[in-house]
């Protein structure tokens, strides 16, 4: 059974600074099929990421991803006001998985 | 436009069974898979499993297997999730998602319902 651990559980930035979170597989994800999804307090998930590096419709080119096998990022450039909130890598498959989540905080 | 747009929230006793719909618009019903997923108070996210409305198949983690049922009614496109023999520990907020295929990934969620398990 595939593992995601996401690093750090929590990220404290300054707006215009440049974000980047860390999600590691316990095994090698052939395809790359890794998502990663943006969501806020009382609101359902909302889709950021597919295939570790295409970015969803509607998503601003400031979230951008990276990675393969094992070791995969979510970059946000420049941090905007509304970008602090949950983040989850997701991987996708026969029986998709979630890491626990990094929080976004503002500092 | 998609829309997912879920039942209202549930209020239900230990060993109870709660029923949670997921009504769907603006795309090709029978086209798209549907999963669900649930998240406890302040915890993560957790895939519980999937349905193929064009051919009523599922897909069920291991942990809710014999416990949770997922059907589809294309009449009035809509998906359902049955979860029986409730505890304490499946107070959640329970979500539907589509995704284009069974490995793809989920790119539109209704708003969540609330299903809370209290004696």
């Known amino acids: 059974e595939i593992v995601l651990t996401q690093s750090p559980g929590t990220l404290s930035l300054s707006p215009g600074e440049r974000a980047t979170l860390s999600c590691r597989a316990s095994?090698?994800?052939?395809?790359?099929?890794i998502a990663w999804y943006q969501q806020k307090p009382g609101q359902a998930p909302r889709l950021l990421i597919y295939?570790?590096?295409s970015t969803a419709t509607g998503i601003p080119d400031r979230f951008s991803g990276s990675g393969s096998g094992t070791d995969f990022t979510l970059t946000i450039s420049r941090l905007e006001p509304e970008d602090f909130a949950m983040y989850y890598c997701?991987?996708?498959?026969?029986?998709?998985?979630f890491g626990q989540g990094t929080r976004l905080e503002i500092k | 436009q998609v829309h997912l747009v879920q039942s209202g929230a549930e209020v239900k006793k230990p060993g109870a069974s709660v029923k949670v719909s997921c009504k769907t618009s603006?795309?090709?019903?029978?086209?798209?898979?549907v999963h669900w997923v649930r998240q406890a108070p302040g915890q993560g996210l957790e895939w519980m499993g999937w349905?193929?409305?064009?051919?009523?198949?599922?897909h069920y983690a291991q942990r809710f297997e014999g416990r949770v049922n997922m059907t589809t009614d294309t009449s009035v496109r809509s998906v359902y999730m049955d979860l029986s023999r409730l505890t304490s520990d499946d107070t959640a907020v329970y979500f539907c998602?589509?995704?284009?295929?069974?490995?793809?990934?989920?790119?539109?969620w209704g708003q969540g319902t609330l299903v809370s398990v209290s004696s």
């Open positions: 998602a589509r995704s284009s295929a069974w490995y793809h990934p989920f790119d539109y």
């Open positions: 603006g795309y090709t019903f029978t086209g798209h898979y």
């Open positions: 349905v193929n409305p064009n051919r009523g198949s599922t």
């Open positions: 095994q090698s994800l052939r395809g790359s099929n």
């Open positions: 295939g570790a590096s």
């Open positions: 997701q991987q996708y498959g026969s029986s998709p998985k």
